[in-house]
């Protein structure tokens, strides 16, 4: 969805054939290399990665050109997650591979709750504190093998879910086919406990799933017996990006929440105990990123690291996300006029029973490497960038650990509001949301497990 006419031209010349009866507007795409910083991104991580490994970087570079990749890459790839509401189709394959059709996305992203939020802070407290006394009683290298094992099998999920698009690329179309099992469980318990029965362990994939879960297994498998710095970094840095990709904070104002809540969580824990700084220490997990302050080896043969924590990372990441998302939303409605998580004019308001019509018209998918304005996004990744360097700065100058989101949530918080204000649009911030996908789809849910006879009677 770009603002220009280069974008324009890329319409495609035919819409696939759809199997919906709402009418669908045609996709807009582009290549790859249309998107200069997002395959910049790509590039940088994995080449930051095998250059700190021979070559001296200071930390401080490595900690800003790691967090600006990941947050790029990130947050362009949670562009999909608005695919997933009712106003967007998606284009999928046959197991063939042979005709391509057009249907109504039935996924629902995951969305945090504004409840969710308020308690985010004290669930992550209690965790934290969990972990301090876990390593106090117990001896570091038991707590260390749990949280391992745990970590390797969540990281094979995360490497492969992170490589997969990668490796779709490398393998040639024809070998790449579409494989499937079903296996279904017929079980004697109470719907109430087992579900339904049967339990569906179907499993539906192609060849690059299958290469890319081999390629995940060993790169967890080799953490997990070296417990080196780099395949520490590996896991790390895909948890940031699978977890930018698919979570969605829903509101801006739930997702301000989070940021204050979570801004006076760091601050207690980092200066108010040494909680934060001694799990920090203590864990040997990729819960942080690791960055070498020298290739040369201390007196006990080891290497002097700084540390980053995954959530300093990933937290902004998710507010930044939903701003690039909103930049995007902004784009549509400019381009097919108002759509869902602005006003949802685009799908009929509910009717006097209740119900609500299919949308009138579908949108086509978004392309993260389409270009389209992004004022907010490019606003709070600068702030981001500001606050990130601030810390560094007070954190040498001080030569003591500091709470990250001490300076990171008043830059991505300020920066997205002046933003707002100087455009005029902070009625239009704080009134965006992206819920209505996830209320549609509970509604959906539970219709579904209504008897036979309710939904007749409806």
Same mark, same amino acid.
């Given at each position: 969805m770009s603002s220009g006419a280069a974008s324009d031209s890329a319409l495609a010349d035919s819409t696939p054939v759809t199997n919906t009866a709402a009418p669908v507007l045609p996709p807009i795409t582009a290549p790859i290399t249309s998107n200069v910083p997002l395959l910049l991104s790509y590039v940088t991580i994995p080449s930051l990665w095998v250059a700190t490994q021979h070559i001296s970087i200071h930390y401080t570079v490595q900690v800003c &050109?790691? @967090?600006?990749?990941?947050?790029?890459?990130?947050?362009?790839?949670?562009?999909? $997650?608005l695919n997933e509401n009712s106003a967007h189709y998606e284009v999928d394959k046959m197991n063939d591979g042979s005709e391509i059709v057009v249907v109504e996305s039935e996924n629902v992203a995951e969305v945090m709750q504004a409840s969710d939020a308020m308690q985010f802070p004290l669930v992550g407290s209690c965790g934290l504190f969990g972990l301090y006394i876990a390593? !106090?009683?117990?001896?570091?290298?038991? =707590? #260390? $093998?749990?949280?391992?094992?745990?970590? @390797? $099998? =969540?990281?094979? &999920?995360?490497?492969?879910?992170?490589?997969?698009?990668?490796?779709? $690329? @490398? &393998?040639? !179309?024809?070998? #790449?086919?579409?494989?499937?099992?079903?296996? !279904?469980? #017929?079980h004697p318990l109470p719907k109430s406990i087992g579900g339904e029965s049967p339990w569906d362990l179907s499993v539906e994939g192609t060849t690059s799933d299958i290469l890319s879960t081999f390629i995940a297994a060993v790169v967890s498998y080799r953490y997990f017996h070296t417990r080196h710095w780099t395949q520490n970094n590996i896991l790390g840095i895909c948890f940031c990006l699978q977890g930018i990709h698919r979570f969605s904070l829903g509101t801006f104002k739930i997702a301000a929440i989070l940021l204050v809540g979570l801004f006076f969580y760091d601050i207690f824990w980092v200066f108010g105990t040494d909680v934060m700084v001694t799990v920090a220490k203590s864990i040997d997990g990729p819960i942080k990123l690791l960055f070498p302050r020298s290739l040369i080896k201390n007196e006990d043969g080891k290497i002097d690291m700084s540390l980053l924590g995954l959530g300093d990372i990933v937290i902004p990441g998710f507010f930044i996300a939903l701003l690039l998302r909103f930049d995007a939303v902004r784009d549509e409605k400019r381009r097919y006029g108002t759509v869902p998580g602005l006003s949802t004019t685009n799908s009929v308001d509910a009717n006097d029973d209740g119900t609500k019509d299919k949308p009138l018209v579908l949108l086509p998918p978004l392309d993260p490497n389409v270009q389209f304005p992004k004022p907010y996004f490019h606003a709070c990744m600068v702030g981001y960038m500001v606050g990130i360097i601030t810390t560094l700065f007070v954190m040498i100058h001080f030569e003591a650990a500091q709470p990250a989101l001490l300076y990171l949530v008043p830059a991505c918080l300020g920066s997205a509001l002046g933003t707002a204000a100087i455009r005029g649009e902070m009625a239009e911030l704080f009134a965006y949301s992206e819920e209505e996908a996830q209320e549609e789809g509970d509604e959906k849910n539970k219709d579904s497990d209504k008897p036979e006879e309710a939904k007749k009677e409806d």
């Open positions: &050109v790691y @967090c600006a990749a990941i947050l790029y890459a990130g947050c362009h790839a949670s562009l999909v $997650l390593f !106090k009683f117990f001896e570091a290298e038991t =707590v #260390n $093998l749990v949280i391992g094992v745990y970590f @390797c $099998l =969540v990281g094979w &999920v995360a490497v492969g879910g992170t490589i997969e698009p990668i490796v779709r $690329l @490398c &393998v040639p !179309k024809k070998f #790449n086919k579409v494989f499937g099992w079903e296996w !279904k469980i #017929n």
